[in-house]
């Protein structure tokens, strides 16, 4: 045997042969027959002793995933994985925000400190490019199945460097009983709804002693949760998407100005003071303990072509308040919710690659199939429905509503290995504005002098509404590109 690696054919388990070592066996020796037949006794006990089976230990993937990927039906999915195949997965710790998990990436990609398989945020797939594996030849099978318009945030340079792993989408929850009781038949189309909404109910419930009480709440600290959240404001206005798909920087303009104040104008009115601290964890809280009435939060979609989002991201368990879901609230150019989500990748430089891409092939086919089976149960359980985003079925308008609907990426694709870059200098101007340290007009006129530094781009007027997506067409999505919600909408925690 030559100790390589071979299939069980018949368990279908990975295993490893061992290496046969034989000593050499003593020189023949003039003997009589009697001594002869004693050291041929002797000899095949050195060459049964001599020659042995040394075993090797079994495939270990280390595997990157963040705390809230880490659940039970995961860690489920490891063991039956490592049940059916021999080879074992091994999480590695990351920190718990994306900006700090990049950094440590790049370095478990480069020094090769046992990073086999990685869970990467999509938006830093220019930036780990360099070292991860071109998955398209590799999942010819399953990449069909995943819904086209979600692998262009993952595609750099004609690599496909991840598949997705999880996909939300920019949503808002609301308290459906005290829209009820207020005599809200619907939950806010409009940014203007949504103040009018937030400020009644607020005043009505502290009015009842619930002094704690605010209309709504959303992540306002200084990291890339704000970048989603204004990008939303911004791109509802008609103000663009930061850098526009052809690299236009679109900034600093009207539209974007007024949809910082807008923002700014909430803090005390209708959203905390301390709303400029909140992470995602902070404002569900608050929501989940019944001290809000509207929450911006994550909604998870199927990577498959099965339809709407129907699930919450970042809960283990659903909130004990009555609560429905739908589309973030429009602007003047329509709604906008930010396509977040991260993807599975494997380390070029893993000295398991076959195993890495057998194990990511297994995760992939398990995560579509429940995908599709919680897509099923959550239509069949009584919820809220409202307009639900969806990356799945680009269409007419949304049920009751006159404007456009739209998912938005952020410009990781456009900007490259300077994405982290420009999601800082993008950060520190809107928090500077919600925080009062500077006026709108006065940040977005320095950011935009700073995103040209950074990216040697040029500045220009953000794409106008005619530049939308035909919806009787249903065009290829690249990352960084606008395209509309469905008409139908669901709501599923």
């Not at 920190?95 to 869970?119: C, F, H, I, Q, W």
């Not at 797939?125 to 071109?134: C, R, Y």
């Amino acid at each position: 045997m030559d100790g390589s690696r071979r299939k069980n054919t018949e368990n279908g388990k990975f295993g490893m042969e061992g290496n046969i070592q034989c000593r050499p066996a003593a020189p023949r020796l003039r003997t009589s027959a009697g001594a002869a037949r004693t050291a041929a006794v002797l000899l095949l006990g050195i060459v049964l002793t001599g020659c042995r089976r040394t075993p090797r230990e079994p495939v270990t993937l280390g595997y990157t995933y963040s705390w809230n990927e880490d659940r039970p039906q995961t860690r489920a999915l490891f063991q039956r994985f490592a049940d059916e195949t021999g080879i074992r997965i091994k999480a590695i710790p990351v920190p718990e925000y994306t900006r700090d998990y990049v950094d440590l990436a790049v370095k478990l990609l480069e020094d090769g400190s046992g990073a086999d398989v990685l869970n990467i945020d999509l938006i830093w797939a220019a930036t780990l490019e360099p070292n991860l594996l071109d998955l398209q030849p590799l999942l010819a099978g399953e990449i069909p199945q995943i819904e086209p318009q979600l692998l262009s945030s993952y595609t750099v340079n004609g690599k496909l460097v991840a598949v997705p792993f999880n996909v939300p989408l920019g949503g808002l929850e609301y308290r459906s009983d005290l829209l009820r009781e207020y005599g809200y038949d619907h939950p806010p189309r409009t940014w203007d709804e949504l103040e009018s909404m937030a400020g009644r109910i607020q005043a009505g419930e502290r009015a009842k002693g619930n002094k704690d009480f605010w209309g709504y709440v959303w992540q306002g600290a200084a990291g890339e949760a704000l970048t989603c959240n204004a990008l939303e404001w911004q791109a509802a206005a008609g103000g663009g998407r930061i850098i526009e798909p052809d690299g236009t920087i679109s900034v600093n303009n009207p539209a974007t100005v007024r949809a910082w104040q807008r923002a700014r104008h909430w803090i005390g009115w209708i959203s905390p003071p301390s709303v400029v601290s909140y992470r995602e964890l902070d404002s569900m809280l608050v929501f989940d303990s019944g001290r809000a009435a509207f929450n911006r939060i994550w909604l998870l979609t199927p990577m498959t072509r099965a339809g709407q989002a129907r699930q919450t991201g970042w809960r283990s368990s659903p909130p004990v308040v009555k609560t429905g879901f739908a589309r973030m609230p429009a602007g003047p150019a329509g709604s906008a919710g930010t396509l977040g989500g991260t993807g599975t990748a494997v380390s070029s430089h893993s000295p398991h690659r076959n195993e890495a891409i057998a194990f990511v092939r297994y995760q992939l086919r398990a995560l579509m199939k429940a995908g599709e089976e919680n897509s099923m149960a959550a239509a069949r359980a009584p919820a809220e429905f409202a307009n639900s985003p969806s990356v799945s079925d680009p269409g007419t308008l949304p049920a009751g509503s006159d404007h456009p609907a739209s998912i938005v990426a952020r410009p990781s694709i456009a900007a490259g290995d300077k994405y982290k870059q420009v999601s800082k200098a993008y950060i520190d101007a809107v928090y500077s504005v919600l925080t009062g340290q500077k006026q709108a007009s006065e940040a977005a006129a320095e950011l935009e002098k700073q995103l040209i530094e950074i990216t040697d781009f040029h500045a220009g007027p953000p794409k106008t509404a005619e530049k939308r997506l035909d919806p009787r067409k249903r065009p290829a999505f690249n990352a960084g590109s606008v395209f509309p919600f469905p008409t139908a909408y669901a709501g599923w925690r």
